[in-house]
């Protein structure tokens, strides 16, 4: 299975971005998608995740700013960002979770400047 992340980039404070992940290979059964953040010296953190089942977690730092959606036919999961904060800037890393199994994808980096 193999994750390919895009979307990643320079915003300034206050703007949009959007971030999408296509899984691809031998894709059995999501169970779910979504994405992780890493900033410089801080550990990876849950942003968003949204199962097949329907259900949605989000950060507590992240609500109200950002949704998570995806398009199951083509296994892609989204994050469209909106008033992005200089403290959102980090490694966005794509996840997916398929029979019990984690990938990971490579990361797209997303910089908010002030």
């Known amino acids: 299975v193999q994750l390919q992340a895009s979307g990643g980039g320079l915003v300034e404070a206050g703007g949009s971005l959007r971030l999408s992940c296509a899984a691809s290979?031998?894709?059995?059964?999501?169970?779910?998608m979504g994405w992780y953040r890493q900033a410089p010296g801080e550990q990876r953190e849950l942003v968003a995740r949204k199962s097949t089942g329907g259900s949605t977690d989000y950060s507590d730092s992240v609500k109200g700013r950002f949704t998570i959606s995806r398009d199951y036919a083509k296994n892609t999961v989204y994050l469209q960002m909106t008033a992005v904060k200089p403290e959102d800037t980090a490694v966005y890393y794509c996840?997916?979770?398929?029979?019990?199994?984690?990938?990971w994808g490579q990361g797209t980096l997303v910089t908010v400047s002030s």
């Open positions: 996840h997916a979770m398929i029979l019990g199994d984690h990938f």
């Open positions: 290979g031998r894709i059995l059964n999501i169970y779910s």
